[in-house]
């Protein structure tokens, strides 16, 4: 059965890998090369520190030359980063997660194409993976004015790269992040999940706010991180939520997980059978008193019958709001519900929006930290996936090809442990 609650109160410019810079590929296959020194730079140990004593850093970066499945395109490079000069700054990560979007870019799947250049020293021009992270800094240009070392940071734009030990990037192409009160994972998981939520739904619907706690959303994928971040913005702003989740292998687990999301804010949990049974009309009945709460909002990551189950309770005038396709099944909808109910069928995506709207992304990011730092906006469930300076490729890229099946536990993080 649904599981519905009562509404808690609304309340690079890297240096120029040139010739005399080294660098080199560790190919998954090829053994790893342990304490090997390299230019004068000592390699190897987790545990020491990678600056020679020209403050040459070396870094490690996952790349890959041309699209494909991850096992079968991701190498791990080292090369080394010069002291910053100019604008420039030195970092080194602290956590970067791995999101179905950074999967599909590696696949040559995702509209947003990366750049492949040579420009790390890599034998044929490659790509660096990753599209949000934390990093911190270790060293500043002469020209930067805004950062100094120990400050945190995350990238203003998707599309530069965060699967790598250490980068050096201009002063404005980052973003400080006042860092009290906060984690890295927190830090590093911000600009991508939460701000795709909360941009679908302050933007893609007129909300009643004389109706507080009376209008819903709907939202499938729910327990993805979008779909959590969605449940607990929409609890902080008076929204009821109806979430769908996967059914999963057996009953305890279906019903552990819709706990986990009523816990974290959710009014109401059905699975996508649930959704998809003829069944379902009576159960929106019955949580929007006959309708009287309308579902004024419907966002959809699936796609297929599941997203049209969901169209179909949406109040006149509502939108649907598509941001993903994890199911890859098209998006088709009878036609009554444009003739009869004017419903609007949008699409969004936070790397356009962002880059549109800096400003007011900074802003929506501000106003998520303060939640989380109130208490109000929880972690992720994550696998953490420590990345040490002598990690194995094999062990990285492995862990990149595992995010690719489904009914996981949680988002895989790469979590960097070097000194510097
Ligand atoms: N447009 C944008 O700007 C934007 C921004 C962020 C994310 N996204 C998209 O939003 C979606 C969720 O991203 P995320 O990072 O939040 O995800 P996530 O935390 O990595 O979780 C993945 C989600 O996808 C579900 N899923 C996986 N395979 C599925 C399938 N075959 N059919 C139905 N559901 C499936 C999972 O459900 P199970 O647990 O049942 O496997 C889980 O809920 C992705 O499609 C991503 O590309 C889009």
Redesign the pocket.
Known sequence: MFTPRTLRPSAPCIRQATSSYRSSIESVRAPFIRSKVQGGYQAGAAAQRFVSAYGYTQAKVIVYPKYGEPKDVLQLHKHSIGPPSGSQVNLRLLAT?????DI?QIQGVYPAKPTFTNILGTTEPSAVAGNEGAFEVLSTGPQVQSLKKGDWVIMKRTGQGTWRTHAQLEESQLIKVDKEGLTALQVGTVS??P???YRMIKDFCDWDWMRSGEEWLIQ??????????AIQLARVWGIKTLNV????ENPEETEA?KKDLLDLGATAVVT?EELLSKEFRGIVKQLTKDGKEPIRLALN????E?AAAMAKVLAPDSHLV???????KPVALPSGLLIFKNLVFD???????GDKNSQAKENTIKDIFELTRAGKFKD?PVQEVKWTYDKEPKELVEAVQD?L????S??TIFVYEGDD
Do not use: D, H
């Not at 990551?301 to 297929?304: K, T």
């Not at 099946?405 to 996981?408: C, D, I, K, L, Q």
């Open positions: 997660p791995l999101n179905p979007a599909n991508v999940n701000v795709t939520a499938n994928g729910a327990n993805s991180g979008v779909g959590r971040a989740i996967r059914q999963r997980l996508e990551c699936v796609g297929g599941n598509t941001y993903g396709a994890m199911s890859r699409g969004f995506w936070v790397s356009r929006w992720i995010t099946s489904g009914f996981r949680g988002k």
